[in-house]
């Protein structure tokens, strides 16, 4: 009789841990990370909170709490842990940890014999997933390369099919951790240069447009705020929204009239979170520039999100960094089909909290007549 095989991956467990620095703890980041990993099909086996008062260099946390933690991941059968510092960053504490360093990530390894992630590793897996054209493929790629090159010592980064070239073409001595190196350098030599001719092309585009006299009007906002949903009600695009985070990481323009007599742009721009890999920013930053270089900002908040505020902070910090802090922006509140009786919160209420914006729906369609009346008055 002939014998039955799975032919589909096993889905991955994972242990999350939260390690909480200071008195409080941010359940909304806790529920981030949930959701992030649920975004890469990950099993959720448990979600622990380690309170830590002092740092461990070796583990991010006391020895004695690092073998209860690896214990507890193998008595639960676990694939994988997932770390996330979930610390209140202030002024005083801007520079707090919030990503495991490589030397800890091996130690962790090492500890569990299991693969260890960390929060921003988790982000660029994400995107790595989603990636579906050259762009971002390329933008990508770039991110994870130079993620990894300080953590080739990875056990389960297979880096062995890079290796190649003609007898002599080594130097004396040079071990695979070295020519892996210089693989994954030249490696990142070539896709900026990539992405640098896509720039390029970004920049002929805005031009383009500049001399057409067509107003840009980049939506930005956290991720799932529901960007791509307000771009497709307005304009009729049939760009991929879906409730899940980063499903768009390309650029989508598409032209809307408010009025019979006022055209403008409408961008789609990839969503914003908290802590933000720095590569990523990095690699995607000729995409963001878009809103950096918009005539107007639709800034966009997830209505129904408890931490809102949080939301609203984050996006306006990246705005900052790009240097878009000075462009005009609409704030709408998105997703009041959400709110109900039994909310924390009223749209009335929201509206207090953000002077100067508008509730609107993308869903349902409410709103958007004041959305279009407020930008054919700043055009």
């Not at 869903?363 to 407020?374: F, M, N, P, S």
Request: hydrophobic letters at 35%; glycine letters at 6%.
């Amino acid at each position: 009789m002939a014998k039955l095989y799975e032919t589909q991956d096993k889905q991955k467990r994972a242990l999350l841990v939260s390690i909480i620095c200071g008195d409080k703890t941010d359940e909304s980041r806790c529920r981030e990370l949930v959701g992030l990993c649920q975004t890469l099909d990950l099993e959720i086996a448990d979600h622990i909170k380690v309170r830590v008062r002092e740092k461990s260099s070796k583990f991010g946390v006391g020895s004695g709490k690092a073998e209860e933690i690896s214990q507890k991941a193998a008595e639960i059968g676990t694939d994988l842990i997932v770390f996330d510092w979930n610390s209140h960053k202030t002024a005083q504490n801007s520079r707090a940890q919030d990503y495991l360093s490589p030397s800890q990530q091996r130690n962790w390894e090492e500890l569990s014999g299991i693969p260890v992630l960390d929060r921003q590793e988790l982000i660029i897996r994400i995107f790595a997933d989603r990636a579906s054209t050259r762009e971002a493929e390329l933008q990508v790629k770039l991110a994870e390369l130079s993620y990894f090159l300080p953590r080739l010592t990875h056990k389960y980064i297979d880096l062995s099919r890079q290796r190649g070239g003609r007898y002599g073409t080594k130097g004396s001595g040079e071990t695979k951790f070295e020519t892996d190196r210089r693989k994954i350098e030249k490696r990142i030599t070539i896709l900026e240069k990539e992405i640098e001719q896509i720039r390029k092309q970004r920049q002929n585009q805005r031009r383009q447009r500049e001399r057409n006299n067509v107003p840009v009007c980049a939506i930005v906002g956290y991720t799932n705020a529901g960007k791509s949903s307000l771009l497709n009600t307005l304009t009729g695009a049939d760009v991929q929204a879906e409730d899940k985070l980063f499903v768009t990481l390309d650029a989508v323009t598409r032209r809307f009239q408010p009025s019979p007599e006022v055209t403008v742009l409408l961008t789609d721009t990839v969503g914003f979170i908290r802590d933000l890999p720095h590569t990523l920013i990095k690699a995607f930053r000729s995409t963001l520039e878009e809103a950096a270089l918009a005539n107007i900002i639709l800034h966009i908040l997830d209505a129904s999100e408890i931490d809102i505020e949080n939301n609203h902070e984050t996006t306006l910090s990246v705005l900052r960094e790009l240097g878009a802090q000075e462009i005009p922006v609409i704030t709408l509140l998105n997703k009041i089909d959400k709110l109900t009786a039994d909310s924390e919160t009223t749209v009335e209420d929201l509206l207090n909290r953000f002077p100067g914006s508008i509730a609107v729906s993308a869903k349902k369609g409410t709103g958007l007549d004041k959305l279009k009346e407020r930008i054919v008055s700043m055009v």
